[in-house]
């Protein structure tokens, strides 16, 4: 059976209603199957280019009469009562119901033009208007990239350095090559230490961050590209509401009782 269709068939009860074409699809061993399963699946099918057709529909209802046969049979056995069972049932009725609390929350939240407008703002101040070309020696300890600046300021090679020493294995590879990128790209003490190097310099004192020590060398700055605000809302419409969302379940974690 296509992917989609099963896919649809385990949520088809959870999220969507349709007027009910006939009140019972089909019935097993006694037991009725709401057509509105059926035409749940069949909605979402449709609207996702798929013909509603009489072999679909078929499909459908030999799929379900399958899927309660097979049901019936587990809780003949009392399978849902097994304990690594009924963890993974109740592990994902919290997904569900969490899943159904940020919803909520994003309908009753609603991103406005003028919210979008400051993220963007927000972001493409962050990103400020120069991009740089960096390499970089990243290194497990003070002492080490201490030992490789001291190399460079004797004439070593930054990229043979690089190759040999950095514990970025990547970049390390292209000589310490990370390509071109905003400081928004980079964490803090990294770019800090980046926007202030000219063309060709190094840092002469390590730049220490969660990855360990780095040595960075600035080869280029261009002015930076940033896209316009129509070609990116929806990403920062979304980036709004999770966000937001953090900021709610955030609250909710410091007002919790947790001992």
Not at 7 to 16: P, V
Not at 114 to 141: C, F, M, P, Q, V
């Amino acid at each position: 059976m296509n992917l989609r269709i099963v896919r649809l068939l385990a949520a088809s009860c959870a999220f969507l209603t349709l007027p009910v074409l006939a009140q019972t699809l089909a019935t097993v061993n006694g037991k009725a199957i709401p057509a509105s399963r059926a035409n749940a699946i069949i909605k979402q099918l449709v609207a996702h280019g798929q013909k509603d057709t009489p072999e679909l529909r078929n499909m459908i209802k030999n799929e379900l009469v399958m899927r309660e046969v097979l049901m019936q049979e587990a809780n003949r056995k009392k399978i849902a009562s097994k304990p690594d069972v009924k963890m993974q049932i109740d592990s994902t009725r919290e997904t569900i119901i969490i899943n159904a609390l940020r919803a909520d929350f994003a309908k009753k939240h609603p991103v406005t033009d003028d919210d979008i407008s400051k993220e963007y703002d927000r972001y493409k101040k962050a990103a400020g208007d120069t991009d740089y070309r960096i390499r970089h020696i990243l290194l497990a300890n003070e002492a080490d990239a201490k030992d490789v600046i001291a190399k460079l300021k004797d004439g070593g090679n930054f990229e043979d350095l690089a190759k040999e020493k950095s514990k970025d294995t990547v970049s390390a590879q292209k000589g310490g090559d990370i390509d071109w990128g905003n400081p928004s790209k980079y964490v803090k003490p990294f770019s800090d230490a980046m926007v202030k190097l000219s063309k060709g310099q190094y840092t002469e004192t390590p730049v220490q961050t969660d990855f360990g020590y780095h040595v960075i060398k600035l080869e280029d700055t261009r002015p930076s590209a940033f896209p316009a605000l129509e070609e990116v809302k929806p990403q920062v419409a979304k980036a709004v509401t999770e966000r937001r969302l953090k900021e709610y379940f955030d609250g909710l974690f410091k007002k919790a009782k947790v001992k």
